[in-house]
């Protein structure tokens, strides 16, 4: 009897050890949505834009990941995006390189349409994690809500079954990686469409190499004071200072 119950116990055993395979190494591709329309201003100009666009900028992405480091960047445009060139150039040229094991990054960002990169260490965000749960990519997914850039809340989902702390563009620091994922105040969503567990180049997942690179405050404050007069126009003063902080909070997420 005692046999039985141990051959039977060893073969549960066995069997969640084969459930819970954690991922270590991966390719996921994210489908990114924005609400171009909403983050542009309702002025005469404003309106005229937004009559030439569809209603959302899709975009696919991909984020690389091995040997605790990452690489997140641009893959390809969904046919139904009708949007004029300039405001594809950014998302085609943004790059997120991460290496976890030593807390450093290194992001190629286009800004005013100009690639500055960036050298620094890898940001904290302030999570709280809670009950919420929902399946996204074949992966049970728990919710988390972080501050970013002092006051832009995000919402993720992550799976603790793959195990790098990362998630798309410079959002981290959860136990385990972002397959969903909400920025309300930037119109934008990420999620996670397939995962492929083959990577066929690793050597791929490396660093910008740059003439010069920037420490993330020093290269916002000179962006700043480079555009402090371009949100100044008419009278409308929160507009103003809307347009300026999805202008800066893009720049730099």
Same mark, same amino acid.
């Given at each position: ?28 591709? *994210?489908?990114?949505? @924005?609400?171009?329309?909403? @983050? ?31 690489? *997140? ?5 969904? &046919?139904?995006?009708?949007? &004029? ?28 349409? @100009? ?37 832009? *809340? ?52 490396? &660093? ?46």
């Amino acid at each position: 009897m005692k046999s039985i119950l141990f051959f039977i116990a060893a073969l549960l055993f066995t069997t969640a050890s084969i459930a819970q395979q954690f991922i270590d190494k991966a390719v996921i591709e *994210y489908e990114v949505n @924005t609400n171009l329309k909403k @983050t542009m201003s309702n002025d005469s100009w404003g309106e005229m834009v937004k009559e030439n666009l569809s209603d959302l900028k899709i975009s696919y992405f991909t984020y690389t990941f091995a040997d605790n480091k990452s690489l *997140y960047k641009f893959d390809r445009w969904s &046919p139904k995006t009708r949007i &004029p060139n300039n405001l594809k150039a950014a998302d085609e040229e943004n790059t997120w390189y991460f290496d976890f094991a030593t807390r450093k990054m290194n992001m190629q960002k286009q800004i005013v349409g @100009t690639n500055f990169v960036i050298a620094d260490s890898i940001q904290n965000i302030q999570w709280k994690i809670t009950n919420e749960h929902r399946e996204i990519a074949g992966y049970n997914c728990r919710k988390a809500v972080g501050k970013i850039m002092d006051d832009v *809340y995000v919402f993720a989902f992550y799976t603790d079954d793959i195990t790098i702390s990362g998630g798309p563009c410079s959002i981290n620091g959860l136990p385990g990686m972002i397959l969903g994922l909400s920025i309300p105040r930037l119109y934008t969503s990420f999620i996670a469409t397939k995962i492929d567990l083959k990577i066929t180049n690793p050597s791929d997942i490396k &660093p910008i190499i740059a003439k010069k690179t920037y420490d993330l405050m020093g290269l916002k404050s000179m962006i700043e004071e480079k555009t402090k007069d371009w949100f100044t126009y008419g009278d409308d003063k929160e507009e103003n200072k809307r347009q300026k902080n999805l202008f800066l909070w893009n720049a730099f997420l």
